[in-house]
């Protein structure tokens, strides 16, 4: 596995990265965290992002993140799900993962709550606007009331998740992450709520995020080259 060998030298580059744009906003490096997203590659990219300092480890597949946390263990890394996540899967959600980073119905919103769990829960929000994307529509009255519901369920919300949109425009890159911190800025005032929480920016586009507020970035590619494809 030769990509094995360059994530450690990809890692100090990615925090590179990050401190010189954390830098520009002035803001502090150390306030974003870097997540490895490690779908379709076996236990071993996590056993190595682990090795190199990451904590938290990103996967869009309940079955086959539930299947690599059951190998290595619960305790081994902060496992977030990054993914779709439909009704009938919220039941291993919630045994498995450790964070929700893309709730997107009202509906998931309250099946966490009738299994009595208590994962830290991100809601995702369509800042793109793009068809093909999932999650709520970036309006704050809706919002207030998506999020007024999780808080009255008594769920851990501790921000809010978004893709960036597709192409190279770096100028609307920018405006769809600037568009969640300040809902996210709103939201904390309206309903006297802390939100530290921004999940934003991925592999081609985590430097504008982290000038937007970003305080997570979900790296894959960028750590670990292309995906492996695996026999499940």
Do not use: W
């Not at 890692?11 to 997203?37: N, W, Y």
């Not at 990451?54 to 990054?82: C, D, P, T």
């Not at 999650?135 to 998740?161: N, T």
């Amino acid at each position: 596995m030769e990509e094995l060998l360059k994530v450690k030298a990809n890692v100090e580059s990615a925090l590179f990265e990050i401190a010189e744009a954390a830098c520009s906003a002035g803001r502090k490096p150390e306030d974003v965290t870097i997540m490895a997203v490690t779908k379709t590659h076996p236990v071993e990219y996590i056993t190595k992002a682990v090795e190199c300092g990451i904590r938290h480890i990103g996967e869009n597949r309940i079955s086959e993140g539930g299947r690599k946390i059951r190998q290595l263990g619960n305790e081994y890394a902060v496992f977030h799900a990054i993914g779709v996540l439909h009704r009938k899967e919220v039941r291993q959600a919630v045994r498995d993962f450790h964070c929700l980073d893309a709730i997107h119905k009202i509906e998931i919103i309250e099946e966490i709550a009738r299994r009595k769990a208590d994962p830290r829960i991100l809601l995702e929000v369509n800042t793109s606007g793009e068809s093909a994307k999932m999650g709520f529509q970036p309006d704050v009255d809706l919002l207030e009331s998506v999020l007024g519901r999780a808080l009255e369920l008594k769920l851990s919300v501790r921000g809010f998740l978004t893709v960036g949109p597709l192409g190279n425009d770096p100028t609307e890159q920018r405006r769809a992450f600037a568009n969640l911190r300040e809902i996210r800025d709103s939201l904390e005032t309206r309903l006297n709520v802390v939100l530290p929480e921004l999940s934003m920016g991925m592999s081609d586009d985590f430097s504008l995020a982290v000038l937007e507020g970003s305080t997570m970035v979900r790296l894959g590619r960028r750590l670990f080259g292309s995906r492996n494809f695996l026999p499940y």
